[in-house]
């Protein structure tokens, strides 16, 4: 898989910081491109191997018809990821998009005669991106409802959600997801009274952008069969509530689930239809392969749907969500892994909130809310018990750790497990790893667990204060700075999928304040 770029890589921390993408080819079963801003490239239903020739003569106006059904892109800077061969200027591939050859213009030219020829002269190559943490399933269902990542008031959410509820039926909920009250002016989390001003009547839920918390008005809550007033409280989740124990309309993690049980299903004709689009909107950010952690049977079967017909355009490492029904047939009937396109053979499970919900778990309290130190899922012993079930099935393992009490639980768990099962073939991760006591940093290492670290972490409180030494929210425990880890996730913090070109360059721009590490 490769991806075109406008601009020569510059140096950054150690790599490279990338420019605005212009061309991105899937090297497998199929072969796409973009236009230099992004747009798809028309398919005229001749076939992916025109519409990606007609792209790079949008982008380049340099492009040669050949009969051979042979391509050879040449004149760009290509990063092979090769120490034998670092770089290379030409590369020729075949109808069904397996590369024939890697090296200088001339040769390659040479050895193909008449090849349809691309000449990307002043761009760069480098291989196709792989999101390790990309919620693919998760990307499609939000793009059917109310978008509203990036909005930076209670007036701009409400405006969005009024234009998005224009296209609703009468009866239909108006369900949203992306809101982030870290980046409204008045940062405390909002309220049902704020949705009931303006939809008084229609039920409302929106899911915050880490998909840890949401928010509902007076509508939707009326309709759980429970009383949502009181003290008591979901293990692993939270509802806020006012001075007289009424619910505000905020939940947090598993409390979430009162709601969510009673939010009509999307359709699955919406669902498959939804997949295509974010299967696009990967292609066009340069991603040609991505992780979705924690997925069901249904999600499955849909990617399966997609794969036989051909339209599965990316890589999908797909992990079963949590270690019940789903991994339980998974261990059963075996893992996964089809046509090169659709692997399962790990599982998703949890160990605590988010930060910017006030959910991860901490060893101390949260600075901004004193008394609180999120939410802990399973303590040691029930985590480990987790663990071992999947790895007797001989799977891989991803738990979800933000805060640095449940990174601690779960390296014990995953250490206690491991040792239970020494011919498990291990690479077992810790997604997220955000917040980690200094005591544990070095376990990742010795345990040789994988941290899933992403630039979000840098972001889920809104950054860090100007002085770079501290969290805003109080999360500093290093001082003069914080930790620091490979950055093997990516995208932008709406957790779903983001543009890893894009934070990358806003990384650099920031000078280096919400840098983690180089890719």
Known sequence: SLLCLTRPLRSATGWATWGRAVFMLTVGLSLFGCAQDR???????????TAAVQAATDSSGETTQGGTGITVIHGALSHTMNAGLPTASA??????????????????????????????????????????HGHLHGLAESLTRAQLSGTRSLDEVITRLK?????????????????????????????????????????????????????????ALAMVDQDLSGEWQVDGGMIHRDAAGQPTGIFIDRAMGLVESIVPSTSDAVMMDAIDLALTRLLSLGLTGVHDPGIGRVALDRFQRKLEQGKLHTRLYAMTDGAGETLEWLCEQ???AREGRLFMR???????????????????????????????????????????????CGYQAGV???????????????????????????????EHAQ??????????????????????ACRAVDGIDGDGGTWRAGLGLFPGGRTEFPEIGGGKPDVIIGDPLQVRMEADEDGGDRHIGDV
């Open 163 to 219: 234009a998005h509820e224009a296209k609703l039926g009468d009866d239909d909920w108006l369900l949203g997801r992306g809101w982030d009250q870290n980046d409204w002016p008045e940062q405390a989390f909002p309220t049902r009274e704020n949705l009931d001003a303006h939809f008084p009547n229609r039920p409302v839920w929106l899911r915050r952008v880490d998909g840890h918390a949401a928010w509902g008005n007076s509508a």
């Open 334 to 336: 075996g893992p996964i």
């Open 435 to 456: 917040i980690v006591h200094p005591d544990d940093l070095g376990r990742f290492a010795e345990s040789d667990l994988q941290d899933q670290a992403a630039e979000f």
């Open 91 to 132: 590369l020729a591939f075949d109808e069904k998009g397996e590369l024939l050859m890697v090296g200088d213009s001339e040769r390659v030219l040479e050895s193909h005669p008449g090849a349809a020829l691309i000449d990307l002269t002043g761009k760069t190559i480098i291989p196709g991106l792989i999101d390790s």
């Open 346 to 392: 790990s599982t998703k499970l949890y160990g605590d909130g988010a930060l910017g919900s006030r959910g991860a778990a901490l060893l101390e309290d949260y600075s901004d809310d004193p008394g609180n130190r999120g939410l802990l899922f399973l303590e040691a012993e029930a985590m480990q018990a987790q663990i071992e079930k999947v790895l007797a």
């Open 400 to 430: 979800h750790a933000i805060g640095d009490r449940a990174n601690r639980v779960v390296i014990d768990a995953l250490e206690a497990a491991m040792a239970s099962f020494p011919d498990n073939p291990g690479r077992h991760r810790v």
């Open 39 to 49: 747009e798809e490239a028309a398919d005229d239903g001749t076939g992916p191997g």
